[in-house]
């Protein structure tokens, strides 16, 4: 079965930096959205980013819009969430999904096992 595997996270100051990396187990997967989704502790999961492949149209949550990019490499078949000025709240686990598309959870059938990312002060 096709997975996503996630890379990248990790501790880090306030107003650091950390690039996860979301990659299929195989290059046959066709992708049509990759997102990222994140779960601080205690509370649900929530929407960061997604872009679609074809034409790399990306959406973003108010939160990140502006700090957070998200990218992907077709050749690669692997997907990127690029986070500058971090903050003390987006400390969560974050996780990359595969899917339609779209900011909510039931369009995506494919999700990584998810990376551990922590702001610190």
């Known amino acids: 079965q096709v997975q996503l595997v996630e890379s990248g996270g990790g501790l880090v100051q306030a107003g650091g930096s950390l690039r996860l990396s979301c990659a299929a187990s195989?290059?046959?997967?066709?992708?049509?959205?990759m997102a990222w989704f994140r779960q601080p502790p205690g509370k649900e999961r929530e929407f960061v980013a997604t872009?679609?492949?074809?034409?790399?149209?990306?959406e973003y949550a108010d939160s990140v819009k502006g700090r957070f990019t998200i990218s992907r490499d077709n050749a690669k078949n692997t997907g990127y969430l690029q986070m500058n000025s971090l903050k003390l709240e987006d400390t969560a686990v974050y996780f990359c999904?595969?899917?339609?598309?779209?900011?909510?959870?039931?369009?995506?059938?494919?999700w990584g096992q998810g990376t551990q990312v922590t702001v610190s002060s």
């Open positions: 999904a595969a899917g339609s598309g779209g900011r909510y959870e039931w369009a995506y059938d494919r």
């Open positions: 195989t290059r046959t997967l066709r992708i049509y959205s």
């Open positions: 872009i679609r492949w074809v034409d790399s149209i990306t």
